[in-house]
């Protein structure tokens, strides 16, 4: 007799019980693998969990159905699922060795599960071992596919989910991974690197291959280039070209390790234009932007700082804040005499000592402490361009209006 003529022998209604228990025994499985392999170890719920859990699960499902039916139910399902996982731990740079053990205690624990069903009943005892037979060439089909999987992905040129994945690494400065993945592509990562972000003007045709970069990511809010820094000009050049309209933000020049650092900072330039505390340019360069970068690192701590330093000018009429720290900024910055400051404030050089005598008694001896002025030069270089902009709250809280 084979399994299916012992199975068809079977009720509808036990065989509905057999598969309404699966998902409980797809829990246990999961609980099982993640305890075991410490590699799949996780939070319940989380990604990897259900991934398990999916797999347990679908395979013991189609499994059930094989040995139920009189034909042969389409693997076409499990057969992608478990190719992908396959080619998710060589993209990682992983080898087999977990999931193989996986599906080794999966299949221990469907034997197990197969008893248990047939001293409930609800599986011909006398078929289990023909069913167990099944069970054995359906695990060796799984695992033929996992191989299948993970070579396809051997064979292939480096696809964007490994760059992605790289990316991914990198921002979360996990030395290992990164390691293992360069080991398994074959890659050479430059010591330092510089992150451009893109955005287009509108809808746009990335191309597959042929920009300077070694690793982007054309999924993200911002499309994602890591470049060497030799090679940063050309990148640059090349993205424009593909979008005349395009607009990119583009890093300082770090160690490999901190490009997560240099995309929040590029990602900040972006910010920062469309507040219009910086100039909107087609290429957003922190090598040119590195004071405001610094100085709107910490906006709390540069609220205070403007409340703190800029207390003598609280009492004055809106006019006058606004001349007097225009005044004050020119003067920080270029520390020249009343007529060049006159000039560049478009304003005649009486007016200019006459803001200058009230600056001075707002601010006393303050004005002859280096420490004070720099401070000011902080508090006004960061925060009249934001002011000018008309994007800051703390403006109007400062002057208590």
Known sequence: MTTGEAMVQLTAEKRQRLHDGLSAFADRTTHSIKARISAYAGPDGGARHRLIHLAVKSAMSHFLHTIEA??????AGVSDLYRRMAWGEVDE???LVDLEEAITLAHVAALQYLIESADRG????????????????FIGYLREEIQTGADLNYASPLPDRSQRTLIRSLFAEDEEAIARQAEHHGWSLPDRAVVLLARPG???AWPASGLSSFACDLTAEHAIFLVAPDKADDLAAELRGLDPALQIARSLDVPLLDVGHAR???TRL???ADLGVIPQRPVLDADVET???WLQGEPVLRRELVRLRLAPLSTEGRASQTALTQTLLTWLVTRESAPELARRLGIHPQTVRYRWRRISELFGADMQ???TLMQLWMVLQSSVPRWNAGADEELAHWRGR
Do not use: C, M, Y
């Open 291 to 293: 004071t405001q970068l």
């Open 369 to 371: 402490d280096p420490g």
């Open 93 to 95: 740079g992983k080898s």
């Open 122 to 137: 609800l599986l011909p005892r006398g078929s289990l071992v023909l069913i167990a037979h099944d069970l054995a060439a």
């Open 202 to 204: 509108g809808s746009i």
């Open 70 to 75: 009189e034909g042969h139910p389409s693997n």
């Open 270 to 272: 972006f910010d920062l």
């Open 264 to 266: 929040h900072w590029a």
